[in-house]
């Protein structure tokens, strides 16, 4: 199955444990406007492109969906990432979290989330993620 160009950059930038406003400062960005790109609502431009190729040491040909005869580094290390966390929940509710805080004209139950509502929201999946987190290392004995 192929992936979407924003498919390809989240699992590149986790991968490589970055945060959404650490890639959009190495590439120059506003972290707002990286959130717009990872979420297809904005298209990438040439020269970024490039920088994302050169920051994750993958082809162009790679970001943009494309198979490549060589595989360097990078791409080995997405292919396995991202099975790894296609199912990974505590990723998912990372992003929404991100999500929450940064992106613009949210709605929740039909209307417009208040800043209010946002911050709750944000502060509730934070909590509950940190706490599972917890059960999960005593319950793997990571503590």
């Known amino acids: 199955m192929k992936s979407t160009i924003p ?14 406003a650490q890639l959009a400062k190495l590439m120059g960005l506003n972290k707002n406007v990286m959130g717009r790109i990872e979420h297809g609502d ?15 040491d993958v082809s162009t040909d790679f970001i943009l969906g494309k198979k490549s005869v060589n595989v360097p580094k990078g791409e080995t290390l ?4 991202n099975e790894q966390t296609a199912k990974d929940l505590a990723r998912k509710i990372k992003d929404l979290i991100d999500l929450t805080e940064n992106e613009p004209d949210l709605n929740f139950d039909g209307l417009p989330l208040t800043t209010d ?10 909590i509950g993620l940190e706490l599972s987190q917890r059960k999960q290392a005593e319950h793997y004995g990571n503590n």
């Open 7 to 20: 498919e390809v950059i989240i699992t590149l930038r986790e991968s490589h444990n970055l945060s959404q």
């Open 42 to 56: 904005r298209p990438l431009r040439a020269e970024e492109i490039l920088k994302l190729a050169e920051i994750f």
């Open 78 to 81: 997405y292919h396995k990432h």
């Open 117 to 126: 509502n946002r911050k709750l929201l944000a502060n509730a999946l934070e």
